[in-house]
């Protein structure tokens, strides 16, 4: 035989496929993304972080309008009937709508019934209400509903309190 099989201790040796012999085989390197793959990227996310930032400032800037416009109009019934003493709530400070209080004197307060009449004057409407109040009266203002609760016990008793209230964006409020 012209031919011999090379033999090792351990085994038969093959000596045409020795490392320095075999082809190299490419390696895949990890590539990283394209200048313009990681721009374009950016600008997307920059685009919808945006996005979501304008229509939050815009929803609660509409909520602190209402709440506004429902403080003005309390400044203004002030103006007209002397509280003792009121409490303000700016929206998304203690909850998630803005509420105005005002508390009468027992002896001196307002009568429920001329109070309610000078709100209802002014563009407010009484509606039914499940809550034990005197009056429930709304008001739309920039697609906000508005709300006064009269706490009273009759027409002619005078009122212990008004408690007004504008709802505020929850996402708004998150966002705060």
């Given at each position: 035989m012209s031919h011999t099989v090379p033999v090792s201790d351990s085994g038969f040796v093959d000596e045409a496929s020795s490392e320095g012999d075999r082809p190299s085989r490419p390696r895949?390197?990890?590539?990283?993304?394209?200048p313009t793959v990681v721009g374009?990227?950016?600008v997307v996310v920059g685009l919808l972080a945006f996005g979501g930032w304008a229509w939050s400032s815009r929803v609660h800037a509409a909520d602190v309008g209402?709440?506004?416009a429902l403080a003005r109009e309390i400044e203004e019934l002030d103006h007209t009937?002397?509280?003792l003493g009121h409490s303000e709530v700016p929206p998304c400070r203690e909850a998630t709508d803005g509420s105005l209080t005002r508390s009468y004197p027992p002896s001196t307060g307002p009568q429920a019934a001329e109070l309610v009449g000078l709100l209802e004057r002014s563009g407010w409407v009484r509606q039914d209400s499940d809550l034990p109040v005197y009056?429930?009266?709304?008001?739309t203002t920039d697609g906000h509903e508005l709300v006064i609760d009269v706490l009273a016990p009759s027409?002619?008793?005078l009122v212990g309190s008004l408690a007004?209230?504008?709802?505020?964006?929850g996402f708004g409020c998150l966002l705060h």
């Open positions: 895949r390197a990890l590539r990283r993304p394209a374009f990227t950016a209402a709440y506004e009937m002397t509280p009056a429930h009266l709304t008001r027409d002619t008793s007004a209230r504008s709802p505020a964006s």
